[in-house]
């Protein structure tokens, strides 16, 4: 019977997901550009409620002070009060209330993760586009520093790099933001390879255009579809990241609020069957299928596929 009731209420939640959604895109054609509104019109439902739960995420970690009932670092109660009328997600195991842990978590986690992955691109695109532009020496030095990285586990080699410099959250973005750009350069560089190759670029080449012109100009424009769309998954691998470190204990560092090392403070109650420690846990999952939902949508639509 808990089986039955709990594909009873997942379905129910998926249901109800997706009306969201589609009340959601209606929503924003109609207060869209006709250009806007022709895209958002043939998106899935899938990805009209991964917009929407996106948008709730960026208000909630935007508002956080003001949404929270209670500060982000205050003990407001006994440890692991159960769930009341003033703390609706009861405490966490120092006594702050969890609701509002979870709401300056959203704050900095994503934001943490979403620098991470700029600044990850930047790097990643950048160099990728070198090496596919210059080629040569510059190519096969660079490639090869990438199969370097590469070859050790990501999450290892975070945890070996941040024992060494330390577990600040400064170090945490340099260090995660290294370790991705390697897979960003890949793309960009493969991407690249098939573009520099195209007439439009030998004319700008005949042309004098300059190394940097040439790359912002001619090659950057017609290799930004599929970099979007790695921009999303890629984040999704960074948010996870910062949230398996944190749980690790070398990620971000108590007493902000972040939802890895909330999973970690509060594991102990699974043992007495409340579910507190995977609110957490569903929040971190809840917002990464939703980014894989609008990714998703992307990649078919930069794919020229029709249904």
Not at 279 to 291: D, F, M, R, S, Y
Request: charged share 15%; with cysteine; net charge neutral.
């Amino acid at each position: 019977m808990g089986l039955i009731t709990g594909m009873f209420w997942l379905a129910v939640a998926i249901v109800l997901g997706l009306a969201a959604g589609w009340i959601f895109r209606v929503a924003v054609v109609a207060a869209s550009p006709r250009p806007i509104a022709r895209e958002l019109r043939t998106a899935p439902l899938t990805a009209s409620f991964g917009m929407l739960v996106i948008l709730i995420y960026i208000v909630v970690a935007v508002f956080a002070p003001l949404v929270a009932p209670f500060p982000e670092t205050e003990v407001v109660g006994t440890e692991y009060q159960p769930w009341d009328d003033v703390h609706v997600l009861g405490t966490d195991n120092l006594g702050r209330d969890m609701l509002s842990r979870l709401i300056f978590a959203a704050r900095n986690t994503v934001g943490i993760a979403f620098i991470t992955t700029a600044l990850a691109f930047i790097l990643g695109v950048m160099t990728g586009l070198l090496a596919a532009s210059v080629g040569g020496w510059v190519d096969q030095v660079l490639s090869r520093a990438v199969d370097v990285l590469m070859a050790i586990p990501a999450l290892i080699f975070a945890l070996l790099l941040l024992t060494i410099v330390g577990t600040s959250i400064v170090n945490m973005i340099l260090v995660i933001a290294l370790i991705d750009s390697t897979r960003v350069f890949r793309l960009a560089r493969a991407v690249a390879m098939n573009i520099v190759v195209m007439d439009y670029v030998e004319a700008a080449r005949l042309r004098g255009e300059g190394l940097l012109r040439l790359n912002i100009r001619e090659i950057l424009p017609n290799a930004m579809a599929p970099l979007v769309a790695e921009f999303g998954l890629r984040f999704c691998f960074v948010f996870l990241m910062i949230s398996a470190l944190s749980f690790l204990g070398l990620g971000i560092q108590p007493p902000t609020a972040d939802w890895g090392s909330m999973v970690k403070d509060n594991a102990t109650l699974i043992s007495f069957g409340d579910i507190t420690p995977l609110l957490p846990a569903g929040a971190i999952a809840l917002l990464t299928v939703c980014v894989n939902f609008v990714v998703d949508w992307q990649l078919h639509r930069a794919s020229g596929l029709k249904e």
